[in-house]
């Protein structure tokens, strides 16, 4: 009997025990792509760790992202080649995991530019749901994230029949742009509409010591 249960807690146990070791393996792998910078790009240890990623799991794509922070440019090329590869076969295979990518998008701590990542690869996946998401991010501080809601918006406000429904728009659009291009082309379209602006005053600037 006590011979039985023990054989029953090892079967129980292996999985978990299979587990650790591809965690602290997945580890492993991340850590040698995040130490990419100042090593030769054909080094064989860089080489194996970024095959192994690309042909992981799903849960590898957030972890690749999350390595993203605080990353310099080296290594974040590293780790964004090889989420695109994993993350290109698993949407191939149809096991993207679009769901924890978005968590980890909505997540400000994140790197903006792994943000950016993963809105562009669960829009792909979901094209239905870019609408939506992108009037999340009016307000992002992605300014990438912010730049594609704003220019979402200008374009809702291009198309609108009603003059006054294109000034509404336009003004949402000015309260939440950064990027100077897009002010300039909402401070004109709203100029057009008779709706005068001071773009310096709504950019913070001062105009006067």
């Known amino acids: 009997m006590v011979r039985g249960i023990g054989a029953s807690l090892v ?4 999985p978990l025990q299979v587990y650790a070791v591809e965690s602290a393996e997945l ?3 991340i850590s040698t792509l995040s130490l990419a910078s100042g090593v030769k790009p054909t080094a064989p240890n860089l080489q194996a760790a970024w095959q192994r990623l690309a042909e992981g799991e799903p849960e590898v794509l957030v972890e690749l992202l999350a390595a993203m922070r605080d990353a310099d440019l080296t290594v974040e090329n590293w780790l964004r080649t090889c989420f695109d590869a994993a993350a290109e076969r698993l949407l191939a295979e149809g096991t993207l ?4 990518l ?9 790197s903006p530019n792994a943000r950016q990542t993963a809105f562009e690869w669960i829009t792909r996946a979901n094209p239905d749901e870019k609408p939506a998401l992108l009037e999340q991010m009016l307000d992002d501080p992605s300014l990438a994230l912010r730049y594609d809601a704003i220019a979402q918006l200008i374009e809702r406000a291009e198309a609108a029949d009603e003059d006054a429904a294109k000034l509404e728009i336009y003004k949402q659009a000015l309260k939440s742009a950064r990027d100077p291009g ?9 100029e057009g509409l008779g709706e005068e602006i001071d773009l310096a005053a709504e ?4 105009t006067k010591w």
């Open 203 to 206: 950019m913070g600037f001062l």
């Open 11 to 14: 079967l129980l146990l292996a």
């Open 97 to 100: 995991p679009v769901d924890p």
């Open 27 to 29: 580890a492993a792998d």
């Open 182 to 190: 897009q002010l300039n082309d909402i401070a004109d379209a709203l």
């Open 102 to 110: 978005k968590k980890f998008m909505r997540d400000d701590d994140q």
